[in-house]
């Protein structure tokens, strides 16, 4: 049965005030995009999560979170950055009818990884998986979502990231908004000889995310595999 609005408001004990203290100690910076209405109290009721979870907190009292000079962008409601909320982005993969998806997506970083929350399609529900650029396949975080948020906040980006950074992505990802991503060529996920393999060596030009979705998660992994005209597990992007 679908909740009310005020039924998903908790005034009771709401999470927020408890991310507001992870935010407070964070290691990693941290930008808050503030929420507006009517986007909030709608991606509330879409979500049909209560504030009391850490997810519902974050989708009704942000706009998104942009971590690490904006290298990662956590989904909130919406926000002139951050444009898309976490509900929209998952109607523009799913589609407006499909309501029981196979999984959530609820943060991407600019390289072209995306990270969800498993239904159990992917073999562990309600955990957060990664779809690496680099190995096009879905990694089993091991954390729930209030876990990976934990570590957006005080993870080790730098290590966990690795060879997917450059000489000057902090100059150049500041530039860009959370609608937007990197696009790598040749992909990460071709290995090239020893000198041209690090991403330095690399071209790279700044696409949409949805662009980068399509072709990291529906294409790039069946033309690898030579597997052009099998059905995709995904549907396609709007």
């Known amino acids: 049965m679908t909740q009310e ?10 999470a927020w005030p408890l991310v507001q203290e992870w935010l407070a100690s964070a290691s990693n910076a941290v930008v808050v995009l503030p929420p507006s209405e009517p986007g909030r109290s709608a991606t509330l009721l879409d979500l049909q999560i209560s504030t009391q979870s850490t ?37 523009a993969v799913w589609g407006d009818e499909d309501e029981d998806y196979p999984f959530y997506l609820i ?30 396949e879905w990694e089993d975080t091991d954390q729930g979502y ?8 005080n993870g080790d980006l730098q290590k966990y990231y690795g060879s997917m950074r450059w000489k000057t992505w902090k100059e150049d990802v500041v530039l860009l ?20 393999d690090p991403i330095d060596a690399r071209e790279r030009t700044v696409v949409s995310v949805y662009e980068l979705y399509d072709f990291h998660v529906l294409h790039l992994p069946n033309q690898l595999h030579g597997n052009e005209d099998e059905e995709d597990l995904n549907p396609p992007t709007a």
Do not use: M
């Not at 951050?82 to 982005?89: A, F």
């Not at 209030?146 to 906040?153: A, H, K, L, M, Y």
């Not at 609608?179 to 992909?187: G, L, N, R, T």
């Open 5 to 14: 609005l005020d039924q998903l408001i908790d005034l009771d004990d709401p």
């Open 55 to 91: 997810l519902g907190s974050i989708a009704y009292e942000t706009g998104g979170l942009l971590v690490d000079n904006g290298w990662l962008r956590i989904l909130g409601s919406g926000h002139q950055r951050l444009t898309r909320s976490v509900t929209e982005w998952n109607k």
């Open 107 to 136: 943060a991407d970083d600019v390289i072209g990884g995306f990270y969800a929350l498993d239904s159990g399609i992917l073999g562990n529900a309600e955990s957060v998986f990664y779809y690496s650029p680099d190995t096009l």
């Open 146 to 153: 209030t876990d990976f948020i934990d570590f957006c906040f």
């Open 177 to 196: 908004t959370g609608d937007q991503a990197v696009s790598v060529v040749p992909p990460l996920a071709f290995t090239l000889e020893p000198d041209l």
